[in-house]
C-alpha cells in the first residue's frame, strides 16, 4: 500500500487529563466559502497540479511554496483544551501550516496549564479573527442539538447528559448503558440527515422505443453485448422496481439533456458500450450500481454522465452548497489522474472538478477544495487525511463512486474508505466498480449500497486480450534478463513495450541495467515521485522513450495509445492481474503481443493461464499443460497427506472467475 499513498495517521492529541466542559461555537466547517470566494466557478483548463480552478485574484497562488504569515501585527491570546492541541498542529504541522495559509495568521503555541493551552494569534485584525474561528470549528467536536422533552430529568437535577447513560449491572456496578447510547446516537444522527436538503435522484425519462422491447429483446441485446448480466446484488425484495431496459442509443438516454449529448458528439463515439447502455436507465433512476466492468470498457463515462446530471439537478443551488456533491474513489493517483483526465473532457454548466492525491500538492489541493468543487477525485489516504483535517465533509457527498473497489481492498485501503465513510448520508446514491466480485468488496457493498443492481459485463475483460497474441516464454530465473535484452535488441524503432516486475527493485535494476548499456527507458513504480511517474507516462506518451519499466501499479488503467508490446518479466502474482497487464495493448482497434516469462515457481497459475489462452484462441504450449497437470497433482499429493497444504503455491489462492 506504501507503493502507492502517503500514508496519513492523526497526529495524537497531548495526554493530559480532560479539560472541565467549555463551549466552543458550532458551526460546519468549511472555510471560505462566501459568496464572493464561490462566485468565480466556471471550467478552468490547468491540469498541472492535477486540478481545475484557481483563483488568480489571490496573490498567495504564485507558486511561492515558501509563502509564510506575517510575524508582526496585532496579538491575541486564545486557549483552547490542551486535548485539542495535537488537532490544531497536525500531523508534521501540517494542520497549523494549512490554518495560517488560510488565514494569513501566525499562530504560536504557548504554555499549558494542563486542561489548557494558550495560543497566540499574530497578524492582522481579519487575519485574527479568520484563524480563531478555524481553530474553533476545528476543535468543536460535534454537539447534537438537545431535545427539550427527553432529558428533563437531567435538566431538573443539572446532570449532564451523558450520566443518564449508566446503568448498574447485577452486581451492583455502574456501567455504561451502549443499548440506550447506540440509541441515542442513531437518533442523533437521524436528525442530522433529516435536517439535511432531500436527493433528488431520479432524472430518467425511458424512451418509447426502450421502453417498447420485449424481454426477448432485452436479453437477446444483453447477449450480443458483451454476455452483459444484470441482477438486484442482494435480495430482490418486493417493492424495488424491475431493472430498467438497456439504451441501445446515446439519444435514448440523455434526449432530455442536449448539452450532455453534445459532448458526446464531440467526442466522435458511435454508440454507447455495454456497460453504458445497461448503467445509464439504471444511474439515472437514481438506483445503487455495482459495474463488474474494467478500464476499457467505459465505465468512466458509465457513471460520470448521471453524476453531471445529479449535480446539476439538486434542489440547493451549486454555489450554495455546503461542499462538493459527487465523490469518485480510486485506487491510486494514476487512476485518479486519468478520471480526471476524463472529467475535463466534459463541460457542463461550469461543473468543476478536483484530484485529490497523495504526493500532489496537498496546499493547493485544499485551496481548490476551499473555492467550491463539484467533483472530488481522490484516492483513499489523501481523501482520508482532508477529511479528517476537516477540509471535506463527507456527509455533503450525495453521489459516491468507488472506482476499482477489489483494487483498493487488495490494497489495504479498507479502514481509510470505512474511515472516510463513516458519516455518509444513507440516502446517498452509491456506485462501486470491480473487475472481480470477492467478499471483501461484496461486504463493501452491503455496507455502502441499497439494493444495489449489478451489471457484470463479461466475467474478465477478455474481449480486451482478444486482440493480443499472448506468447509463453520459459526461462530459469537467472536467464530472464539476457532474454530480454535479445528480445529489446530485436526491437523495431516503431515499437513501443511495457516490461512488467513484480517488485520495484526490480524495475529500478532492470532500468539502471538498461540505461547503462545505453538503451533509453523510463520507469513507473511506488517508489518514485509523483511528478516523476508523470513525467515517465508523458514520456512513454509522446514518444520520447519507447520502453517503459513498471509494477502493477500501471496494469489497470493506463492508456498508452499504440503500445506494441507487453513483456511480463516477472509472471504476476493474481491471473487477473496478467489479464490487466495484457490489455494494456492491443486498444483501440489496434493488434498487440504479449510475451510472458514463465519460471517453474510461477506453476500454480498454469491453469489459469490455460483457460485465458484458449479462450482468446491462443497458442498453448504442451510444457504449460505439462506443468499445470504437475501443479495439481501436487496438491492432489497433499491433500491426502492432510499436510494442510491447500497446494496454493507460490503467489496462488486468487482463481479467475470467481464470480
Ligand atoms: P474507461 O473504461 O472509462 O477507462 O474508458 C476507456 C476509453 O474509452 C476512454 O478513452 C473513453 O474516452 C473511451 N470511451 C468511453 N465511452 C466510449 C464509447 N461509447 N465509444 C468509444 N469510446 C468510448
Not at 300 to 313: K, N, Q, R, S
Not at 447 to 470: C, E, F, R, W
Request: negative net charge; glycine residues 8%; contains cysteine.
Amino acid at each position: 500500500m506504501a507503493d502507492f499513498e502517503d500514508e496519513w495517521q492523526e497526529s495524537e492529541p497531548l495526554a493530559v487529563a480532560a479539560p472541565p466542559p467549555r463551549t466552543h461555537h458550532a458551526r460546519v466547517f468549511r472555510p471560505n466559502t462566501g459568496p464572493s470566494a464561490r462566485g468565480s466557478r466556471g471550467r478552468g483548463s490547468g491540469t498541472d497540479f492535477g486540478w481545475r480552478e484557481r483563483d488568480s485574484r489571490d496573490n498567495r497562488n504564485t507558486g511561492n511554496r515558501n509563502w509564510r504569515p506575517v510575524e508582526e501585527g496585532n496579538r491575541k491570546v486564545m486557549t483552547i483544551p490542551s486535548t485539542k492541541v495535537g488537532r490544531v498542529i497536525g500531523k508534521g504541522g501540517s494542520k497549523i501550516r494549512d490554518l495560517e495559509y488560510e488565514s494569513e495568521a501566525k499562530i504560536q503555541i504557548g504554555d499549558s496549564s494542563g486542561y489548557e493551552t494558550e495560543l497566540t494569534l499574530v497578524g492582522s485584525e481579519s487575519a485574527i479573527a479568520k484563524v480563531e474561528e478555524l481553530i474553533n470549528s476545528l476543535i468543536e467536536d460535534y454537539k447534537p442539538p438537545q431535545q427539550e422533552s427527553s432529558s428533563n430529568s437531567n435538566k431538573a437535577s443539572g446532570n449532564s447528559v451523558t450520566t443518564s447513560f449508566y446503568k448498574t449491572n447485577e452486581f451492583g456496578v455502574q456501567v455504561i448503558d451502549w443499548e440506550k447510547l447506540n440509541k441515542q446516537y442513531d437518533e442523533q444522527q437521524k436528525m442530522r440527515y433529516d435536517s439535511l436538503p432531500p436527493i433528488v435522484k431520479d432524472f430518467y425519462k425511458e424512451d418509447p422505443q426502450v421502453a417498447a422491447m420485449s424481454p426477448g429483446d432485452v436479453s437477446r441485446w444483453r447477449k450480443a453485448n458483451n454476455d452483459i448480466q444484470v441482477k438486484r446484488t442482494f435480495d430482490d425484495k418486493p417493492g424495488l422496481r424491475p431493472i430498467p431496459n438497456p439504451v441501445i442509443t446515446f439519444e435514448q438516454a440523455f434526449q432530455h439533456y442536449p448539452e450532455i449529448l453534445d459532448e458526446i458528439y464531440k467526442q466522435g463515439f458511435t454508440q454507447p458500450s455495454p456497460i453504458q447502455s445497461q448503467a445509464w436507465p439504471i444511474l439515472l433512476r437514481g438506483e445503487d450500481m455495482i459495474g463488474i466492468a474494467q478500464t476499457g470498457t467505459g465505465k468512466t463515462l458509465a457513471f460520470l454522465l448521471p453524476a453531471l446530471i445529479h449535480i446539476e439537478g439538486q434542489t440547493v443551488p451549486r454555489d450554495q452548497r455546503e461542499g462538493p456533491t459527487v465523490l469518485i474513489l480510486a485506487p491510486t493517483r494514476e487512476l485518479a489522474l486519468q478520471i480526471d483526465k476524463e472529467v475535463s473532457k466534459y463541460s457542463y454548466r461550469g461543473i468543476t472538478s478536483v484530484c485529490l492525491y497523495g504526493g500532489g500538492d496537498r496546499k493547493e489541493q485544499i485551496k481548490v477544495v476551499s473555492k467550491g468543487v463539484d467533483i472530488v477525485i481522490a484516492t483513499p489516504g489523501r481523501l482520508n487525511d482532508l477529511i479528517m483535517a476537516r477540509h471535506l465533509n463527507i456527509i455533503n457527498f450525495s453521489y459516491i463512486v468507488l472506482d476499482e473497489a477489489d483494487r483498493m481492498l487488495d490494497m489495504g485501503f479498507e479502514p481509510q474508505i470505512r474511515k472516510s465513510l463513516f458519516d455518509v448520508r444513507p440516502d446517498k446514491q452509491t456506485v462501486m466498480t470491480s473487475a472481480t466480485w470477492p467478499n471483501g468488496v461484496r461486504r463493501l457493498a452491503e455496507s455502502y449500497m441499497k439494493d444495489p443492481i449489478q451489471v457484470n459485463v463479461g466475467s474478465l475483460d477478455l474481449a480486451a486480450v482478444h486482440t493480443v497474441t499472448q506468447k509463453i516464454q520459459f526461462v530459469e530465473e537467472d536467464d530472464k534478463e539476457a532474454v530480454l535484452l535479445e528480445f529489446i535488441q530485436n526491437m523495431e524503432p516503431t515499437d513501443k513495450i511495457i516490461i512488467f516486475c513484480g517488485k520495484k527493485a526490480t524495475a529500478t535494476h532492470i532500468t539502471t541495467d538498461l540505461a547503462c548499456k545505453g538503451i533509453e527507458c523510463q520507469s513507473l513504480h511506488g517508489d518514485r515521485e509523483q511528478s516523476d511517474r508523470e513525467a515517465a507516462l508523458a514520456d512513454m506518451v509522446d514518444g520520447t522513450v519507447n520502453i517503459l519499466v513498471a509494477t502493477d501499479v500501471a496494469s489497470r488503467g493506463i492508456d498508452i495509445k499504440d503500445l506494441t508490446h507487453v513483456v511480463n518479466f516477472d509472471f504476476p502474482r493474481h491471473i487477473e492481474e496478467y489479464v490487466h497487464r495484457v490489455g494494456r495493448t492491443g486498444r483501440a482497434g489496434k493488434t498487440g503481443i504479449a510475451l510472458s516469462f514463465v519460471t517453474r515457481k510461477d506453476w500454480a497459475h498454469a491453469k489459469d493461464l490455460i483457460k485465458i489462452l484458449e479462450e482468446a484462441n491462443q497458442e498453448v504450449p504442451g510444457e504449460l499443460e505439462q506443468m499445470a497437470e504437475r501443479f495439481e497433482a501436487m496438491k492432489l499429493r497433499k491433500e491426502k497427506e492432510g499436510g494442510g497444504g491447500r497446494g496454493r503455491g507460490r503467489g496462488g489462492g486468487r482463481g479467475y472467475n470467481r464470480y
